[in-house]
């Protein structure tokens, strides 16, 4: 009986978590949409709350103007009269106190992350953490920059060292490249071997040999 109870759970159990993860991401989507019905609600004259209302009641909606709404933001700002208008929002941003130190290290952090020239979580990499001898995954996100690369003489890298089961929080390094071992599997591989505490391990053909390990 425990066999089979453990055999179901294994089934269930991903299929459940991944039902709450989208529930929680269109509940997320829904508050935002709602919150903007509200507003739009408050300065609308009354012969238009009724037509507001309906809106709720309609599923799935506010995933799908939110939705439309990024793709309009981007084809937006992908025009030149768009990219003024946002650094004219950005200076404006930078200019206030306490919002442009959120809003500068977001932009930035975001930047970085999803821009398609950037280099951020491009590559899986082996290092030494937290001692010489012990290695874990960790994820390439470029090279030290500003007074840091100063002080550090040679080619050095860096890297980011996320824990498990949450990779979301981690610790930053700055390693010498020589330091670093560079793995064949792809970042959504290692991040799957980190979420699973080593469990699931990437495709062998997919690792790259030791004898690829720089020296």
Known sequence: ?????????????????????????????DGVFWWVLNATQAVLPAGAHGFIESL?????????VLLLALLLTGAFAANIVGQWWLQRGHWLLNRIPIVK???????????????SS???????????????????????TGKPGGETAQHLVGDYVSVYVPTTPNPTS???????????????????????YVISM??????VAAIAPPALARN
């Open 1 to 29: 009986m425990k066999k089979y109870l453990i055999a179901g759970l294994l089934v269930w159990l991903p299929l459940a978590i991944t039902i709450w993860v989208l529930h929680s991401a269109l509940g997320l989507l």
């Open 56 to 64: 709720r009641h309609v599923p799935g909606l506010g995933v799908i």
């Open 170 to 192: 981690g610790f930053f390094l700055m390693l010498p490249r020589a330091d670093v071992i560079e793995l064949k599997m792809s970042v959504d591989e290692a991040l799957k």
């Open 118 to 140: 950037g280099n951020a979580f491009r590559e899986a990499v082996l290092v030494q953490y937290p001692r010489a001898g012990s290695w874990t995954i960790a994820f390439v």
């Open 101 to 115: 130190s959120i809003y500068s290290s977001v932009k930035q952090v975001s930047d970085t992350l999803f821009s």
């Open 198 to 203: 080593g469990v699931v391990a990437p495709p």
